[in-house]
C-alpha cells in the first residue's frame, strides 16, 4: 500500500515535505520534561526510596508467623517407674510388724519387680500454631532508621532536580546550538549571494576589458568556496536537528524551528551571589549532607548495640496432635530481651567505621564546595569575556558593512580590485559568525552556571531581562 501511494505521488507531482514545528525555549522545555527518559528513571527512584522507608518503618510492627511440624520419633515418649521404691519400703514396715512374715513379703517382692509405665506422646507428632513478636525496645535503632529513609526519599528528590538540570543543560546546548547552525547558515547563505553577485559583475567587467581572466577566476574561487561553506553549515543544522529531536523524543519527520533568540544580558549579578546560591542549592553539596546526616544515625544506630532489645511474645497452638494440653499449654504469652554482652568488638568496629565515614563525607563537601567555586569563577570569566566579545564584534560589524559597501562600488567603477571586495565581504562574515558564537557561548556557560548553583529554572528569567 506505501509502494502504491507513493508512485501515485511520485506521478502526479506531488512531494512529501517534512512537518515544522516553531517551538519556544519553554515549550522546547515543557516537551523535554514530558517523555524524558532520565527524568522518567529519576522518578522511579524516588518510589523507590519510599519503598525503602516503608520496609524501615515496618520494624514498628509486629510480626506473625504461621508455623506447622509433623515429627516421627524413633520410640514413644513415656515414663517408666519402678515399684520397688515403694515395695520395698512396706516390707520394712511389715518386718518390723511381724518379723518372721513371708506371705506378704512374697507378694510385695512380685510386685516390686514390676515397673510403672506412663505414656506421654505417641511416635508421630503434628502441630500447627502461629507465633507473634513485637519488639518494644530497640536502643533506638528503629528511630534511626525511620530518619535514614526519610532522608533517602531527599537524596532521591534531589537527584531527580539534578538529573532535570542536566538535562535543561542538553536542552540549551541543543536548541541554541540549533538555533547558532541556523543563523550561520544565514550568514553563510548571505555571503554566497553576495559573492554569486561579485561573480556576475566579474563577468561583465571581464567582458568589458576592465578586469582579466585571473580577476574572474578569483571571484568564481571564493563564490564556489562559499557555496561550499553554506553546505557544510546545512549539514550542522541537519546533525542538531536530530539532536534536538532526540533529546525531545520527538519522531525524525519533524522540523523544530526555534524562535527564541540567542541573548546576552547587559548586566551579570555579582559573582559572590552565585557562589553563595551555591553553597545551599548545589545538589553535590545537599546529597553530601544528606549522605553526612545518615552516617550520623548509622553511627546512633551502632552505638545503640550496647543496649538489650526487649520483645512481647506470644504463641498459640492451633491444632496438635499427640501432645497433651497438660504437657504444653496451647496458648503462651511472655516478656522476653536479648542482650549481646560481647560480640568480638565488632560494636566497637562498626563505631569507628561509621565515624570515619562521617568525617569523610565532612572533608568531601568541603572539597566539593571549592571545586565548585573555581567552576563557576571559569564559567562567569566566560561569560564575561563573551559580553567583551559582543561589544568589541558590534563596532567590527558596523565597519566591515561600511567597508563591503566601499569596495563594491569601487570595484564596479573600477577603483577596487576583485581581492579586496573578496576580502571585505570574508571578513564581514568571519565576524557575524564571532558574534553568533560569542552569544552561544554566553547562552550556554549561563545555563551551565545557574545549573551548578542549583537554580536551573533562573534561566527563562535572565533570558526575558536581556
Not at 33 to 46: F, H, P, T, V, Y
Not at 365 to 375: F, T
Not at 392 to 407: F, Q
Request: proline share 3%; aromatic share 6%.
Amino acid at each position: 500500500m506505501k509502494q502504491i501511494l507513493l508512485i501515485i505521488l511520485l506521478g502526479t507531482g506531488l512531494s512529501v515535505t517534512a512537518q515544522t514545528l516553531s517551538l519556544s525555549f519553554d515549550d522546547a522545555l515543557r516537551q523535554m520534561q514530558q517523555g524524558n527518559r532520565s527524568l522518567k528513571i529519576a522518578d522511579k527512584g524516588i518510589e523507590a526510596a519510599r519503598a525503602e522507608r516503608d520496609k524501615l518503618n515496618a520494624l514498628w510492627y509486629p510480626s506473625l508467623q504461621g508455623a506447622g511440624t509433623f515429627v516421627h520419633l524413633s520410640e514413644k515418649i513415656e515414663v517408666k517407674q519402678p515399684l520397688s521404691q515403694f515395695t520395698d519400703p512396706a516390707k520394712d514396715f511389715v518386718h518390723n510388724i511381724v518379723p518372721d512374715d513371708q506371705f506378704i513379703s512374697s507378694i510385695l517382692d512380685q510386685i516390686g519387680s514390676h515397673t510403672l509405665v506412663f505414656p506421654l506422646a505417641p511416635s508421630n507428632l503434628t502441630t500447627v500454631g502461629l507465633t507473634a513478636e513485637w519488639i518494644v525496645f530497640s536502643g533506638g535503632k528503629r528511630i534511626r532508621a525511620g530518619k535514614i529513609g526519610n532522608t533517602m526519599i531527599d537524596m532521591a528528590r534531589e537527584n531527580r532536580e539534578q538529573t532535570d538540570a542536566t538535562q535543561r543543560t542538553l536542552l540549551a546546548e541543543s536548541y541554541f546550538g540549533l538555533r547558532l547552525a541556523q543563523e550561520v547558515a544565514r550568514v553563510r547563505q548571505d555571503t554566497y549571494r553576495s559573492l554569486q553577485r561579485h561573480y556576475e559583475n566579474a563577468l561583465k567587467l571581464e567582458s568589458a576589458g576592465m578586469i582579466d581572466k585571473a580577476g574572474r577566476l578569483f571571484a568564481q574561487v571564493n563564490m564556489d568556496e562559499a557555496q561550499r561553506s553554506l553546505e557544510a553549515s546545512q549539514k550542522e543544522v541537519a546533525v542538531l536537528q536530530n539532536a534536538l529531536r532526540t533529546l525531545l523524543n520527538m519522531d525524525d519527520t519533524c522540523d523544530i524551528q526555534p524562535t527564541s533568540p540567542l541573548f546576552i544580558n547587559a548586566v551579570l549579578p555579582a559573582k559572590e551571589e552565585f557562589l553563595q546560591t551555591m553553597r545551599t542549592e548545589n545538589y553535590t553539596v545537599n546529597q553530601l549532607q544528606l549522605q553526612s546526616h545518615i552516617a550520623k544515625q548509622q553511627l546512633r544506630i551502632d552505638q545503640s548495640g550496647y543496649l538489650p532489645d526487649i520483645a512481647v511474645f506470644g504463641k498459640q497452638t492451633l491444632y496438635a496432635h499427640g501432645i497433651q494440653s497438660n504437657l504444653v499449654p496451647r496458648t503462651m504469652i511472655g516478656v522476653g530481651f536479648t542482650w549481646n554482652l560481647f560480640d568480638g568488638l565488632a560494636r566497637e568496629k562498626r563505631i569507628r567505621q561509621s565515624k570515619i565515614a562521617q568525617q569523610t563525607l565532612a572533608i568531601g563537601q568541603e572539597k566539593a564546595k571549592d571545586d565548585l567555586s573555581v567552576g563557576i569563577d571559569k564559567l562567569y570569566t566566560q561569560m564575561q569575556k563573551s559580553q567583551d566579545n559582543v561589544r568589541a564584534l558590534n563596532t567590527t560589524i558596523e565597519l566591515s558593512e561600511e567597508l563591503v559597501r566601499i569596495r563594491k562600488k569601487s570595484f564596479t567603477e573600477g577603483m577596487a580590485t576583485s581581492t579586496e571586495v573578496i576580502d571585505a565581504e570574508t571578513m564581514l562574515a568571519t565576524v557575524r559568525v564571532a558574534r553568533l558564537a560569542a552569544y552561544y557561548e554566553y547562552d550556554v556557560a549561563l545555563m551551565n552556571l545557574l545549573a551548578l548553583c542549583g537554580i536551573p529554572e533562573q534561566f527563562d528569567k535572565l533570558r526575558i531581562e536581556n
